[in-house]
């Protein structure tokens, strides 16, 4: 495969290293769910690269074809239910996590960890 073939991987890399730099450095709460998102996209993003089959058909037979006289190449569908449960999984984290920062806001008056972190020392 040469570079450009690997178009793909290059993308989720970067998006990876971004979201994981992201959650990890910034001290906004909110920001910090940006890059969790980012990462999961990135993870989105690897397995749908990763079941892309050349030649490959979706796995439906025809009504009177059979297997054994029509071979063909299936992808495999197991990758995109991951994915939609996946993205499922995702929403509810950050509709959960935005839920938690509005809570933090509420009860500390910001949402910048080294504040809220200072604040629980003092108190």
């Known amino acids: 495969m040469d570079l450009l073939g690997l178009y793909n991987y290059w993308v989720f890399a970067f998006l990876l290293l971004i979201g994981l730099y992201a959650v990890i450095t910034k001290p906004n709460y909110t920001k910090k769910l940006i890059g969790l998102n980012i990462f999961q996209a990135a993870i989105f993003l690897l ?3 990763m ?11 025809s009504h009177g074809a059979q297997a054994a006289h029509d071979p063909q190449i299936y992808s495999n569908p197991l990758p995109q239910v991951l994915i939609l449960t996946a993205i499922v999984v995702g929403i509810s984290t950050t509709s959960l996590g935005l839920a938690l920062v509005v809570r933090i806001r509420e009860a500390y008056g910001t949402i910048e960890e080294d504040k809220v972190s200072d604040m629980d020392r003092t108190h």
């Open 47 to 49: 397995y749908i690269s």
């Open 51 to 61: 079941d892309k089959v050349e030649g490959g058909t979706a796995p439906i037979i």
